[in-house]
């Protein structure tokens, strides 16, 4: 369990020294050739080493613990911090080099120096990138328990922090493989256009991202259901003799590793005086069928009623 909570974190941590490498080079490249594409790929660097920081604040965070005022603990600070992430990510990395690539564009005296020096800092930041691109996908690899397929895994996954380095590090690489093919075509044609295009293209690509993971981290913070395999292991808990009905279920994930379960059960008349029973070994089952979450469960007995509705109050008698 201590090991999944952890999930994502190395991926943050990696992802960080990657980009402070990256970053240092880049800006060096910037400063000896003047490049659109460099400038852009810098700020991104720059960027997602603020974002890492972030991640690892709201992790700190997030492990606090309960308190008097926040008595299910502070998990969605993630999701919090995630959001300016995406935030900082959309205007820091991506609105700030569109505005920076487009001045170059239409600036007829834009030039690249020192194209060489570009190419080797750019593919050096491939490798870099690379790597905690890697170490993403075995993180993954490791919360994917599922095995769902991995567009499918980012977009059900209630870990923010992996994510968020995913996409950097997926839109890193994308956005080096860009700069790169922009100074190989401004070496190649001898006009900086091309140079301007693709810190065009890098700050456009971040903008979309930014705007991916704001989607999906609103619906977090909002507060998302338990995914349809962990539900379906819920569920099973309930399917005994002693229960008539699962009248009502509802779920909610409080972080990625933390769960409220409230559910309401017809129990069959014969064992309603072992209700107490009855309800404690649902619950064990639940955390049996989830270790690897902590799941705050709550199981009222009640009697159906047809005319029963998903609000937890029967409909009124017209």
């Given amino acids: 369990m201590e090991e999944k909570k952890n999930g994502g974190m190395m991926a943050v941590i990696a992802a960080l020294i990657a980009n402070i490498l990256v970053a240092i080079s880049k800006f060096i490249g910037y400063l000896l050739s003047g490049s659109a594409a460099m400038l852009n790929e810098s700020i991104h660097s720059v960027v997602d080493c603020s974002n890492q920081a972030l991640l690892i604040v709201g992790d700190r965070r997030a ?88 567009f499918k895994f980012l977009r059900v996954s209630r870990h923010s922090e992996i994510l968020i380095i995913f996409t950097e590090d997926f839109c890193a690489v994308i956005g080096l493989l860009l700069a790169l093919a922009g100074t190989i075509l401004t070496m190649i044609t001898g006009n900086a256009v091309f140079d301007a295009l693709s810190g065009l293209l890098i700050g456009l690509l971040l903008m979309f991202a930014a705007i991916f993971l704001a989607k999906e981290f609103y619906s977090l913070i909002i507060g998302e259901s338990v995914t349809a395999g962990d539900l379906a ?86």
């Fill in 63 to 150: 492990s606090v613990g309960q308190s008097e005022l926040h008595q299910f603990g502070e998990g969605r600070a993630k999701y919090f911090f995630s959001t300016i992430v995406a935030t900082m990510l959309f205007f820091g990395g991506g609105a700030l080099g569109v505005m920076e690539a487009t001045e170059k564009l239409f600036h007829p005296a834009h030039e690249v120096g020192n194209q060489w020096l570009v190419i080797g800092i750019l593919i050096f930041g491939m490798v870099v990138e690379g790597s905690s691109l890697r170490i993403a996908f075995k993180e993954i690899a490791e919360l994917n328990t599922e095995k769902l397929p991995l």
């Fill in 233 to 318: 292991k819920i569920k099973s808990a309930f399917a005994r003799p002693d229960i008539e009905r699962l009248i009502d279920i509802k779920t909610l994930h409080m972080s990625a590793d933390e769960i409220m379960i409230a559910a309401k059960v017809d129990i069959v008349a014969p064992k309603e005086g072992a209700a107490y029973s009855i309800i404690n070994e649902i619950e064990a089952n639940i955390r049996g069928g989830l270790p690897d979450k902590k799941a705050y469960i709550y199981i009222e007995v009640d009697e159906f009623q047809e005319n029963y509705h998903d609000h937890g109050q029967p409909q009124k008698e017209e």
